[in-house]
C-alpha cells in the first residue's frame, strides 16, 4: 500500500507524462495542459495548485509563475523542477514537451532512489524498534516467571538503572532517527 506522499509523487509523474505526450501529440499549451489536469485527482494542496494552473491557462497567462506558485504551494520537488522546465523553456524558445518529459524522468529516479533509501534504512530503523521494545518484553517475561515488577525495581539503584536505561535507549532512538533522516534528506 503506498502512503499519501508517495501516491501524490506518482500522480505528479502521471501529470508530467500526460503533458508531455500531449505537448508531444501537438496540442497547444493550454489545452495539453487541461488534459493533463484531468487526468489527476484534484485534492488538497495539490487540487488548489492544479486550479491555479487551469485558471492560469484558461485566461492565456503565462504558465512558469503559476508552476512556481504550484511547487511553493505543495512543497513538491517534482512540480518545482517542472515549474524550472518550464521557464527555461519559455526564455529560451527549447521544446517544452522535451523539458517536461526531463521532469517526469527526473521525479521518477527520485522516486527509485527513495525507495532505495528506505529499503538500506529499514535494517536501521527495525533495530531502533527491537531495542525500544526489549525492555518492555523483559518485564513482561519477569511476570511470566512470577517477579513482580516491584520486586525488579524496589530498590535505589535499579530505579537509577532503569531511568539510565530509559534515557539511553531514547537518546540512541533520536540519533537513529537523525541519522536516517539525514541520509534521506541528502536524496
Avoid: C
Amino acid at each position: 500500500m503506498l502512503t499519501r506522499p508517495a501516491r501524490r509523487d506518482l500522480a505528479e509523474v502521471h501529470l508530467l507524462d500526460a503533458l508531455a505526450a500531449a505537448l508531444e501529440a501537438g496540442l497547444p499549451t493550454d489545452r495539453a495542459l487541461h488534459l493533463a489536469l484531468d487526468s489527476v485527482e484534484s485534492e488538497g494542496r495539490a487540487g488548489a495548485a492544479w486550479a491555479d494552473l487551469r485558471r492560469s491557462a484558461d485566461l492565456g497567462l503565462p504558465l512558469a509563475p503559476s508552476w512556481d506558485r504550484a511547487a511553493r504551494r505543495t512543497g513538491s520537488p517534482t512540480i518545482a523542477a517542472a515549474g524550472r522546465a518550464w521557464a527555461v523553456a519559455a526564455l529560451s524558445g527549447a521544446p517544452l514537451a522535451a523539458a517536461v518529459r526531463s521532469s517526469a524522468h527526473a521525479a521518477r529516479e527520485r522516486h527509485r532512489l527513495l525507495r532505495a533509501v528506505e529499503v538500506a534504512t529499514a535494517g536501521a530503523r527495525a533495530t531502533v524498534t527491537v531495542l525500544g521494545l526489549l525492555p518492555v518484553a523483559g518485564v513482561g517475561l519477569a511476570a511470566v516467571l512470577g517477579i513482580a515488577p516491584t520486586t525488579l525495581y524496589g530498590s535505589p539503584p535499579a530505579v537509577v538503572s532503569a531511568a539510565a536505561g530509559l534515557a539511553l535507549l531514547l537518546v540512541g532512538h533520536l540519533v537513529v532517527r537523525a541519522l536516517v533522516a539525514r541520509v534521506v534528506a541528502g536524496v
